[in-house]
């Protein structure tokens, strides 16, 4: 039996934030601001929300139909509910998932859960466990007046790796990793610090493609070989110069790069894109999927649709319409930053 993601879940809030609304407040030209980082506007989640309850939203979606016991659950996150107290085993007893299982919360900035990933698929693969849960989920938040206030979102992710009817397969993975510090936060500090435009070439980039072109030398693909490519979302220009950079063509992203209307949620960005992209694969065809995580490093994989995606797609379009505007008092309310 071929291991595989063999469901999947999402959640985003119906929250919104424009982004000229929030360039209004600081007297900012909105359109130079939307044109240059390629968002328009945000999800939010309420001030009732978090990391962990999103991610029990997800993750609830996931489990619908599953019959096979999780084994392990692994919780990547940047905004976790706890600084020491993990949120793994708080998600699993909501869960009802009983207590015989492997549980750890992980932390790569916005790719703790592709990590995590590789972990499940190697304790699924050498037969450890059956089945396990991966979550990513995020309440991103940044400074006022930061040029993070204006991509960072909310959402989650929830995916299950198993070998009973997989909707995809994971054909082969690489990860590419350094020391370069580009985006940080120190304990007891509550925004997090980025270093501009270091962020981009030396770090975004570097990173992506490092992972990529060994993961297409290994496997010996290019990339026509894929219909759909999907790269992790910190603004809405870096997935397409990625793209374009490696030899992929903007019909192959065009259904993954939802961050202009909901932001870049951290964790669950890049797999954000995956899930959306999700709604339109057909059995047989391959995503190249690429997450990036500050500090830095990229795990990059190949997923083929199986004919079991069919029966278990998720209309994403759909819940990405289900939205409410707030103003930007509302938000800082959202966010508890007032």
């Known amino acids: 039996m071929k291991t595989g993601i063999t469901s999947y879940g999402f959640y985003i809030p119906q929250y919104r934030i424009r982004i000229k609304d929030i360039t209004k407040v600081w007297g900012k030209n909105a359109e ?19 990391s962990l309850t999103m991610a029990y ?38 869960l ?15 790719k703790a859960a592709t990590g995590a990933l590789i972990s499940a698929l190697a304790l699924v693969e050498s037969k450890q466990i059956k089945s396990a849960l991966v979550v990513a989920s995020d309440k991103a938040t940044g400074k ?37 510090p580009d985006f940080w936060r120190r304990e007891g500090i509550k925004y997090p610090s980025h270093g501009g435009r270091f962020t981009g070439k030396p770090s975004y980039f570097r990173h992506i493609a490092g992972s990529v072109k060994a993961l297409l030398s290994k496997s010996q693909h290019r990339p026509e070989d894929f219909t759909y490519a999907v ?36 964790t669950a960005s890049a797999l954000m894109g995956l899930v959306a992209t999700l709604e339109y694969v057909k059995p047989g065809e391959k995503i190249l999927f690429a997450s990036y995580g500050s500090g830095a490093g990229s795990d990059a994989f190949i997923f083929t649709a199986l004919p079991a995606i069919e029966k278990k797609r998720l209309n ?3 819940k990405l319409k289900e939205k409410q505007y707030i103003d930007y008092p509302t938000y800082l309310k959202c966010m508890r930053i007032i």
């Open 231 to 266: 790269f992790h979302m910190p603004n809405g220009k870096f997935p397409v110069q990625i793209a374009s950079q490696l030899g992929f063509s903007s019909e192959q992203i065009q259904k993954s790069l939802i961050v202009s209307e909901l932001g870049n949620s951290y």
């Open 96 to 110: 009802g998932i009983g207590n015989n299982y492997l549980a750890y919360d992980t932390q790569f900035a916005c």
């Open 57 to 94: 939203e997800s993750s609830s979606v996931a489990l619908k139909g599953h019959t096979q016991p999780i084994n392990a659950l692994f919780f990547g996150t940047e905004s976790p509910v706890y600084a020491v107290n993990p949120s793994s085993t708080i998600l699993g007893e909501l």
């Open 144 to 180: 006022p007046h930061d040029a993070l206030e204006y991509t960072a979102a909310s959402g989650s992710v929830s995916i299950i790796v198993g070998e009973k009817n997989p909707i995809l397969s994971v054909d082969a993975w690489e990860s590419y990793s350094s020391d370069t």
């Open 316 to 318: 994403f379009s759909a």
């Open 32 to 50: 130079e601001i939307e044109k240059g980082l390629g968002v328009v506007e945000k999800a939010v989640a309420t001030a009732a929300e978090d």
